[in-house]
């Protein structure tokens, strides 16, 4: 909803400390002590540096005119609709916090063409990805001069984390929202001086009259008592240790990606199985569900996803393009792209979505990579619920083949997620040769967070598997696997329970990968 200026806005987020247009910054209360700026590049003097944008379509680079230095922050969408968009900290400004901590946000803002309503924002997101609070503070960027926008924030739990973003409510292709000087410190109250006390004066004191002496009388003699038993001590009891608590177990961003060490563990069950037979079997729903549909069933997709996130799964959904990738990259699906965009806004709750996942062997990548750019800032636009996720395959992306991830990617704002299949396939027989060597996923996702946290994405496997000659000699894998994509910060770890159009049955029938898939369900967060 389009808001019209400061007084709209503070109803709907309700401010804790003036807007002020100011010429120079102004002076800090006598009640707070600053202890040192946390935001990386607030003053936009190394780039871009630190900060990224919410979704494609929208672009943040710098330029003149500055509040101080020589750039400032410039916003700007390719949307001739007015819109929101976000300036976002590329890392959460507060890695982990304390609770009852205060701080003191501020920024400048101004605009180019007509004014530009909008809110500083602070988040304190739980580590499993749940809003634990947050504060706006609404601002009215002007063309003409620099407005100063602060907010002051006091943690409610430790062990979060703040994220710091401006957001322009009204921003489109014929303006550009200005930041400057964005900061934020750690405050404390200043120590009230203690008052001297006025000293009492001693009063003197009354002669006291001496007392006539009193005859002791003779003491009588107490029995003597009769000792009793001494009690024998009982034994110390042990301490009962205190279990670790799990993570949090409801994943409440809108896009269902969860905070770093918090990893769903889900499937993708086709074949003679249905995923409601597999839940019974578990005695628990998934979290997670993989699903794949030809560009006809968009209907069918939606559908689904809804009926998903009923029974409390994540759906992660591919589709095949209704044209070639060279025809999509020119911009030919347009129309059914803007079409599952708009079938996917009406589900309910978070979806991710891919568009030809494990591509490398079925054409031209430059094409395929094109058709990615093409369709993303597409669902980025007509959506706010879809993730959009990028599969690539493990060997060509992150293995020993030549085909990296930098000669295939399409762009930082265009991907959420980055993911890719691979299969742990000791025992199966590839031109006439046994497969010997046992996958050892962490290898691959060492590759994909440090892609990642240089992208700004997160990251997930698509499909995995294990085949029950691999069970049978390592019964352990899929733990390690999971644990270790917890450990290191994954999204999300998808089995591929089926043995459809595959070299091998991956299903989790065999009783040793059913075992371990089924103890593991209670780790994984559901989103909620």
Excluded at 86 to 98: E, G, Y
Excluded at 135 to 164: K, M, N
Excluded at 245 to 256: E, T
Excluded at 319 to 327: D, H, I, N, Y
Aim: hydrophobic share 35%.
């Amino acid at each position: 909803m389009a808001v019209g200026g400061v007084a709209a806005l503070a109803c709907l987020f309700p401010t804790v400390l003036a807007v002020n247009a100011l010429a120079a910054p102004a002076a800090r209360t006598a009640t707070t002590v600053a202890t040192g700026d946390l935001v990386v590049n607030g003053g936009f003097e190394d780039g871009t540096t630190g900060w990224r944008t919410n979704r494609s379509g929208q672009k943040l680079t710098t330029s003149l005119p500055s509040y101080a230095g020589q750039a400032a922050g410039r916003l700007t969408t390719t949307s001739k609709n007015a819109g929101v968009a976000v300036i976002n900290d590329r890392r959460q400004t507060v890695a982990s916090t304390t609770a009852g901590t205060s701080y003191l946000v501020s920024a400048y803002v101004r605009s180019t063409g007509r004014d530009v309503t909008g809110t500083l924002r602070i988040r304190e997101v739980s580590g499993s990805g749940m809003l634990v609070s947050s504060r706006e503070s609404a601002f009215v960027a002007a063309s003409g001069a620099w407005t100063r926008v602060e907010l002051g924030y006091t943690t409610a739990s430790s062990g979060a984390a703040l994220d710091l973003n401006l957001l322009g409510t009204n921003v489109a292709s014929d303006v550009a929202l200005l930041v400057d000087a964005v900061s934020m410190v750690s405050v404390a109250p200043s120590p009230t001086p203690t008052p001297t006390p006025t000293p009492t004066p001693t009063p003197t004191p009354s002669p006291t009259p001496s007392p006539t002496p009193s005859p002791t009388p003779s003491p009588t003699p107490s029995p003597t008592p009769t000792p009793s038993p001494r009690p024998t001590p009982s034994p110390t009891p042990t301490p009962t240790p205190t279990p670790t608590p799990p993570p949090d177990p409801c994943v409440g961003n809108a896009m269902g990606i969860p905070a770093p060490g918090s990893t769903y563990l889900g499937a993708a069950v086709s074949g003679d199985t249905t995923v409601e037979t597999r839940e019974a079997q578990l005695g628990r729903n998934l979290a997670l569900h993989r699903m794949y549909y030809r560009a006809t069933q968009i209907d069918r997709a939606v559908a689904d996803a809804k009926a998903d996130l009923a029974a409390g799964r994540l759906p992660w959904i591919s589709f095949k393009a209704p044209l070639t990738w060279g025809e999509m990259a020119a911009g030919d699906g347009n129309a059914w792209a803007a079409q599952l965009a708009d079938g996917l806004a009406t589900v309910p709750g978070p979806v991710w979505l891919a568009i030809h996942h494990e591509p490398e062997n079925d054409g031209d990548m430059t094409l395929w990579t094109g058709m990615q750019a093409q369709i993303a800032p597409i669902i980025h636009a007509r959506t706010d619920n879809v993730a959009y996720s990028v599969i690539y395959s493990g060997w060509n992306t992150f293995g020993g083949d030549n085909n990296t991830i930098a000669t295939k990617w399409p762009g930082d704002d265009n991907v959420d997620i980055l993911a890719i299949d691979a299969y742990n396939d000791y025992g199966v027989v590839r031109n006439g040769v046994k497969i010997t060597k046992v996958l050892d996923l962490s290898t691959y996702y060492a590759k994909m967070a440090a892609w990642s946290a240089d992208h700004g994405t997160a990251w997930a496997i698509g499909e995995t598997g294990q085949t029950a000659e691999a069970a049978a000699i390592d019964p352990t894998w899929l733990d390690r696997s999971y644990q270790a994509m917890v450990s290191m910060g994954g999204a999300g770890l998808s089995y591929y329970d089926s043995s459809f159009n595959s070299v091998a049955d991956w299903t989790l029938d065999d009783p040793v990968k059913f075992g371990r898939f089924q103890g593991l369900q209670p780790q994984s967060p559901t989103v909620c």
